[in-house]
């Protein structure tokens, strides 16, 4: 077969410094990601040296203020950063957005005096973070959880297991929701928690279908004392920073999403002008032509939808809708795109010799994680006929 490199996306970027931020990412991505993408997901073995590679370059507090060590860049700039490093690797693109989620509830509604003592070192200074809102009996229904913030003087004693946590186990700091009143949202705190916390702990990570470098686990906190210092936002206000920061997550996720669609379409051009049967190319037969047109279609559609609502939010503008949609569409995108490029490289599609094998794999948790499509559709219908009745 021609060796046929992708060509990269054609990126309308609103700066000269974005359009270098994205040529330094995709070196990075080219150099220090994709050669060893297969051979790490196939060991289940975890690239922190690539995250401190990617700290080091200032690529983990893109959308956050410079004065605390972040990148000052709107999110239409940094989700399209995160494309370009889920194409290379979707652990590492999807590590990114976690750890930036992770990172938000301080960033956003973090005291002066928090944010100068702690935004420093999470933006640029080598640390990881987790994201801790699931539980084993609570999912979608976040409100429900059960893990305990009980107040001991000036400390907070956390107690409870969290789900589902990306990062769970290697993790430097944890943003945890915690109950610390009345049942339902009201009575939820977000608190700020050390990676080495005494009384923290971790189950083995999830055996999962894809993603396997990326370690998925139950966090463990068990009589875990947190200072008042480290809770973050007022008390109850936890379920309001959980919800604000899914909204700028699921964008995140989009990103990502449309960044493994994009490889997948990448690996199907290139075999159909690559792979010959009756003679010439099997991109010369008409089934196979308009299943790419409408991959790359799709994946443009996809795109467009995520950076229009995160330029709703650069704006300042209400997005959660348009966020919502662009999850859904999206992962709906990489789940189909990705299907596509399994059938149209046949049974070599199939072996782990190609990666859209992988990257079918990898798409599936795309429509389950930070709200799963379902909800992502309950969401948008609120938006336009209003709650359900009951």
Same mark, same amino acid.
């Given at each position: 077969?021609?060796?046929?490199?992708?060509?990269?996306?054609?990126?309308?970027?609103?700066?000269?410094?974005?359009?270098?931020?994205?040529?330094?990412?995709?070196?990075?991505?080219?150099?220090?990601? %994709?050669?060893?993408?297969?051979?790490?997901?196939?060991?289940?073995?975890?690239?922190?040296?690539?995250?401190?590679?990617?700290?080091?370059? /200032?690529?983990?507090?893109?959308?956050?203020?410079?004065?605390?060590?972040?990148?000052?860049?709107?999110?239409? &700039?940094?989700?399209?950063?995160?494309?370009?490093?889920? %194409?290379?690797?979707?652990?590492?693109?999807? /590590?990114?957005? &976690?750890?930036?989620?992770?990172?938000?509830?301080?960033?956003?509604?973090?005291?002066?005096?928090?944010?100068?003592?702690?935004?420093?070192?999470?933006?640029?200074?080598?640390?990881?973070?987790?994201?801790?809102?699931?539980?084993?009996?609570?999912?979608?229904?976040?409100?429900?959880?059960?893990?305990?913030?009980?107040?001991?003087?000036?400390?907070?004693?956390?107690? /409870?297991?969290?789900?589902?946590?990306?990062?769970?186990?290697?993790?430097?700091?944890?943003?945890?929701?915690?109950?610390?009143?009345?049942?339902?949202?009201?009575?939820?705190?977000?608190?700020?928690?050390?990676?080495?916390?005494?009384?923290?702990?971790?189950?083995?990570?999830?055996?999962?279908?894809?993603?396997?470098?990326?370690?998925?686990?139950? &966090?463990?906190?068990?009589?875990?004392?947190?200072?008042?210092?480290?809770?973050?936002?007022?008390?109850?206000?936890?379920?309001?920073?959980?919800?604000?920061?899914?909204?700028?997550?699921?964008?995140?996720?989009?990103?990502?999403?449309?960044?493994?669609?994009?490889?997948?379409?990448?690996?199907?051009?290139?075999?159909?002008?690559?792979?010959?049967?009756?003679?010439?190319?099997?991109?010369?037969?008409?089934?196979?032509?308009?299943?790419?047109?409408?991959?790359?279609?799709?994946?443009?559609?996809?795109?467009?939808?995520?950076?229009?609502?995160?330029?709703?939010?650069?704006?300042?503008?209400?997005? %959660?809708?348009?966020?919502?949609?662009?999850?859904?569409?999206?992962?709906?995108?990489?789940?189909?795109?990705?299907?596509?490029?399994?059938?149209?490289?046949?049974?070599?599609?199939?072996?782990?010799?190609?990666?859209?094998?992988?990257?079918?794999?990898?798409?599936?948790?795309?429509?389950?994680?930070?709200?799963?499509?379902?909800?992502?559709?309950?969401?948008?219908?609120?938006?336009?006929?209003?709650?359900?009745?009951?």
């Amino acid at each position: 077969m021609p060796d046929r490199a992708p060509q990269p996306v054609d990126r309308q970027l609103p700066t000269d410094e974005a359009r270098d931020l994205i040529s330094l990412v995709r070196d990075i991505a080219q150099r220090e990601i %994709a050669p060893t993408a297969a051979e790490e997901e196939g060991a289940g073995r975890f690239p922190r040296e690539v995250f401190t590679l990617l700290s080091r370059a /200032g690529l983990l507090g893109l959308p956050y203020d410079s004065e605390y060590g972040g990148g000052d860049q709107p999110y239409e &700039v940094y989700l399209q950063v995160l494309e370009e490093l889920a %194409a290379a690797r979707l652990t590492v693109g999807l /590590g990114v957005s &976690v750890h930036t989620l992770a990172t938000y509830a301080l960033a956003t509604y973090g005291s002066k005096q928090q944010q100068v003592e702690h935004l420093p070192e999470m933006l640029g200074g080598g640390l990881l973070g987790a994201y801790c809102l699931s539980e084993p009996s609570s999912g979608s229904d976040a409100a429900s959880l059960r893990t305990k913030a009980v107040r001991d003087g000036d400390q907070w004693v956390l107690t /409870g297991t969290k789900a589902w946590i990306t990062h769970g186990g290697i993790a430097d700091f944890y943003t945890v929701m915690a109950r610390t009143g009345e049942d339902g949202p009201r009575g939820i705190s977000a608190f700020l928690v050390r990676g080495d916390a005494e009384g923290l702990s971790s189950a083995a990570p999830e055996k999962k279908m894809g993603m396997k470098g990326s370690p998925t686990a139950q &966090v463990h906190f068990d009589g875990v004392r947190v200072p008042d210092e480290r809770r973050v936002g007022e008390e109850g206000q936890g379920f309001a920073i959980a919800l604000s920061a899914l909204d700028s997550g699921r964008l995140g996720i989009a990103a990502c999403a449309i960044g493994l669609a994009q490889a997948a379409l990448d690996e199907a051009v290139d075999y159909a002008t690559g792979r010959q049967q009756f003679g010439r190319p099997i991109a010369d037969f008409q089934g196979l032509r308009f299943m790419l047109a409408d991959m790359a279609t799709q994946v443009e559609a996809g795109r467009a939808l995520y950076l229009a609502a995160a330029r709703l939010r650069d704006a300042g503008r209400p997005f %959660a809708k348009q966020a919502a949609m662009a999850k859904l569409h999206c992962t709906d995108t990489a789940m189909k795109v990705t299907t596509d490029a399994v059938q149209i490289l046949g049974g070599y599609g199939y072996t782990a010799d190609f990666p859209v094998e992988r990257y079918m794999r990898e798409a599936k948790v795309l429509q389950i994680v930070e709200g799963t499509n379902q909800i992502q559709r309950m969401v948008i219908a609120r938006h336009l006929a209003g709650p359900e009745t009951r």
